[in-house]
């Protein structure tokens, strides 16, 4: 039987131990989408692709990508991203960089 | 302001986001095109550390930076303004606004008459206004008051005014007077404090009968006389008749309604509106006057007047008999109470209505009890006629 813990960075399993929420843990990425029309993305790097029918957004350890139409950055900070649009499909892909 | 970003749009997002510069509304136009907003500040610190990957340009902008560099070579409206300032600066040293308040008896129209008399108008220089002179000619001009102040705010003057107090009626005892019935009636109540009572509670008295004598006999000095002084209450009868005509005639307003602008620039005033000057047929005119005012409230020498006028045709109306009726009984009963004044009591009242001739008439009798005593100086002839009868009384 594979450990809980496996494949976690320190972080992440510290959290685990203390049985915390991993998101909690320093440096995750955290997505929240509500209904299918807005994106919020909390501890991005940054915009890797923008156009109105997908944007790329890179993630800690994974770049999300986000499909849908009418797709539009509503406001963004170092932290934080909100994207509004009608959104399809949202993916998680390894990091490209 | 709306910028766009031609190549690489996404380093440009992060670069914003690295300088911690807010945008919104990023929308890509095609491939190498994305357009955003931010604002001008922002735009300044973007374009001066951007590096090649992408290029900026402003493509509209709103606000004062991007007005002025619109109009910088315009010296006409910066001449303009500044001019428009100055009339400004300049009308606030005058009138444009007077009031009078605090007057009751003295009317509003002989207040300002005598302010113009005193070179104080609507226009006049408020710094040339003499506040002392002023108070001390108007309370010479106009007896009535008791004070006066003119207090300016801006272009706004208010003159305030108290009026003196009429001086209470003196009551000369030594004046011979008698006391006659105002109304004809029959006595209800006899109280007399001074002089000789002719009448007794029940008798009949008709109007202009001297109730209370001022001479009072004396066996041992003859007829003196005195203030007569009594309180004479009497049953009276009133028969009092209105009438209303049943058909009346009301406004149909047509729904044509017309409306004529007109500026003031101070004392004159300019049509805005040439055309059809002249209104025929009936109509309503409502006119409107709206002053320019600074934020503070200062009155500026402008305005703009709106005059409607509402077109109506004039009808003939049938009256609900019973409304009329009861109007009629209302009018009825408040001319009685104004003709027996405050001490006056209704003892009873009946109204009677007929329709003559397309006419509702209301007919009143009622019963009063009120005071009909009246002072009234003694006449020459009547003091001769004493004078004389002691006399003979003597010889």
């Not at chain 1, 320190?10 to 440096?27: H, K, M, N, Q, Y």
């Not at chain 1, 692709?49 to 139409?69: A, M, T």
């Amino acid at each position: 039987m594979k450990k809980r813990t496996e494949g976690l960075s320190v972080p992440e399993r510290v959290s685990a131990c203390f049985d915390l929420p991993i998101e909690t843990a320093v440096g995750i990425t955290r997505v929240t989408i509500a209904g299918n029309h807005r994106v919020h993305v909390e501890n991005h790097k940054g915009i890797a692709e923008y156009g109105d029918q997908h944007i790329v957004i890179h993630g800690s350890r994974q770049d999300i990508v986000i499909c849908g139409r009418d797709l539009r950055l509503r406001s963004m900070s170092n932290y934080e991203l909100v994207i509004l649009g009608n959104v399809q499909t949202l993916e998680l892909k390894p990091d490209g960089r | 302001m709306r910028v766009r970003i031609e190549g690489d749009g996404e380093a440009c997002l992060n670069l914003c986001t690295q300088l911690n510069l807010r945008f919104s509304d990023v929308r890509r136009l095609d491939a190498y095109t994305v357009e955003m907003s931010m604002q001008y500040p922002n735009y300044r610190k973007l374009h001066a550390l951007h590096d090649g990957r992408f290029s900026l340009k402003i493509v509209r902008g709103w606000g004062t930076p991007f007005l002025l560099r619109r109009i910088k070579r315009r010296w006409g409206l910066f001449a303009g303004g500044l001019f428009c300032l100055v009339i400004v600066w300049c009308s606030s040293f005058y009138i444009w606004e007077l009031e009078v308040s605090g007057n009751e008896t003295v009317s509003q129209g002989e207040i300002l008459r005598a302010l113009d008399e005193l070179g104080v108008e609507i226009g006049t220089n408020r710094l040339l206004v003499n506040q002392e002179y002023l108070s001390n000619e108007m309370l010479q001009k106009i007896p009535e008051l008791s004070w006066f102040a003119l207090n300016i705010s801006g272009s706004r003057a208010v003159a305030q005014v108290q009026e003196c107090e009429a001086e209470p009626k003196m009551l000369d005892a030594l004046l011979p007077t008698s006391v006659y019935a105002e109304k004809s009636g029959v006595l209800t109540k006899v109280t007399v404090l001074n002089g000789t009572g002719l009448f007794k509670v029940g008798d009949a008295v008709s109007e202009g009968e001297i109730l209370v004598s001022g001479r009072m006999d004396s066996l041992s000095t003859g007829a003196r006389y005195v203030h007569s002084i009594a309180e004479i209450y009497a049953e009276t009868q009133y028969d009092l008749e209105a009438e209303i005509p049943l058909e009346t005639v009301t406004k149909s307003y047509t729904g044509a309604n017309r409306e004529k602008y007109a500026l003031i620039l101070g004392d004159a005033r300019l049509n805005l509106c040439f055309m059809g000057r002249n209104q025929t047929g009936s109509y309503d005119k409502i006119t409107t006057i709206n002053k320019l005012r600074l934020w503070d409230g200062t009155a500026l020498p402008i305005g703009l007047v709106k005059e409607t006028y509402q077109a109506y045709e004039p009808i003939c109306a049938a009256v609900d008999p019973e409304a009329a009726e009861k109007l009629l009984q209302e009018r009825l009963a408040q001319q009685l109470e104004r003709e027996i004044g405050e001490g006056g009591e209704i003892r009873s009242a009946s109204f009677h209505a007929l329709t003559e001739e397309g006419l509702l008439r209301v007919q009143m009798h009622a019963v009063c009890v009120e005071e009909i005593g009246v002072e009234r100086e003694m006449t020459t002839k009547e003091l001769a006629e004493a004078k004389q009868e002691n006399q003979t009384k003597e010889e």
